[in-house]
């Protein structure tokens, strides 16, 4: 991994579960997430911070998939992402 793509990783992690946040519980210590998109090829930028729950759990972005998680939640990977970079 390049050094400026660890920084930049260390510095979402740092933020905390972006989810929690959104839902005021408060920073809750977070894994990193890879947005992917269609086609597209994996951007630095396109990762935030998610908590093991809100990461891998059932209620979850991988548990519920992407559309699940858009209504459970009211938001998405790309508002949660908007928001992140907007903290940085
Ligand atoms: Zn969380
Ligand atoms: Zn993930």
Same mark, same amino acid.
């Given at each position: ?8 990783? &260390?510095?979402?992690? =740092? ?8 839902? &005021? ?11 992917? =998109?269609?086609?597209?090829? =994996? &951007?630095?930028?396109?990762?935030i911070g998610l908590c093991p729950a809100h990461h891998r759990g059932n209620s ?5 998939? =992407? ?22």
């Open positions: 991994m390049k050094k400026e793509q660890k920084q930049h990783y &260390d510095k979402i992690a =740092r933020l905390g579960c972006s989810l929690c946040r959104y839902l &005021d519980y408060g920073e809750t210590p977070c894994e990193i997430h890879h947005i992917r =998109r269609f086609g597209g090829k =994996r &951007d630095l930028c396109e990762v979850s972005i991988h548990g519920l998939g =992407r559309k699940g998680f858009e209504a459970r939640y009211g938001i998405d990977e790309q508002t949660l992402l908007d928001q992140t970079l907007k903290l940085l």
